[in-house]
């Protein structure tokens, strides 16, 4: 079962920061925080990551509370083409015992509007 | 470079039928992974292969599923006897690296199968 726990939908307003929360109370310390999103029809894209600081590349923010219990995903400037289903994924690295594997919840459907 | 693609796209078969599904992972990526998609179960794990180990096949959901990974590189997923419960969007991935990586993985389209 996924660790983490997600609203179910959100809407954005183009142009406006898309704020998506997620919950992960029982996170592990030697497990990473994932972000990947699937628009309709694609396969699942990644997005971050992140272990304890925040990080930030081209495609948005991570914010990771200082107990690591919950997360928030930041698109800065979101546009209709961030409609998507985002997922929020614990995952420790790949190695010998571990596969890396992902487990998807069920994610949040957010629905940029114009 | 190209992405992870996979063929068919689309895939309709009868009840009964036997079905191979490809994938072809990003060249030079040593972990690729099989997941699917129903309406029911969301996005769940199939089995992983990395480099020449032996797979985690935890995720198959029966043993008429079976997977292989020929020389490292193309993987086929092959569901005998097909179920309407079987029917679901098939989805490859993989990845770079090798043991403790972080790296993120990269999906193909995915195999629409529809079983009647």
């Known amino acids: 079962d996924a660790k983490t726990t997600q609203p179910t939908s959100m809407d954005c307003a183009e142009g406006r920061a898309a704020n998506l929360p997620c919950n992960h109370s029982?996170?592990?310390?030697?497990?990473?925080v994932y972000w990947y999103r699937q628009i309709h029809s694609q396969g699942p894209q990644y997005i971050i990551h992140g272990l304890k600081n925040n990080e930030t590349n081209e495609m948005a923010s991570l914010i990771i509370t200082e107990d690591r219990k919950s997360s928030t995903l930041i698109l800065p400037h979101a546009t209709l083409r961030d409609t998507a289903v985002y997922y929020c994924?614990?995952?420790?690295?790949?190695?010998?015992?571990?596969?890396?594997?992902?487990?998807f919840g069920q994610g949040t459907t957010l629905q940029v509007k114009p | 470079g190209a992405g992870v693609s996979q063929s068919p796209s689309n895939k309709v078969t009868e009840k009964g039928k036997d079905v191979e599904l490809r994938c072809d992972p990003i060249?030079?990526?040593?972990?690729l992974y099989w997941y699917r998609q129903s309406l029911g179960q969301g996005l769940e794990f199939l089995i992983y292969?990395?480099?020449?180990?032996?797979?985690?096949k935890s995720g198959l959901p029966s043993d008429r599923f079976s997977a292989e990974r020929t020389g490292g590189s193309v993987s086929t997923l092959t569901i005998q006897r097909t179920q309407q419960e079987d029917s679901a969007v098939y989805l490859c991935?993989?990845?770079?690296?090798?043991?403790?990586?972080?790296?993120?993985?990269?999906f193909g389209p995915g195999t629409r199968l529809t079983v009647l």
């Open positions: 292969f990395q480099g020449n180990s032996a797979p985690d």
């Open positions: 994924i614990v995952r420790v690295p790949r190695g010998s015992s571990n596969t890396g594997k992902l487990i």
């Open positions: 029982t996170i592990s310390g030697n497990e990473y």
């Open positions: 991935a993989s990845s770079p690296g090798t043991s403790g990586a972080l790296g993120e993985q990269f």
């Open positions: 060249s030079g990526h040593t972990a």
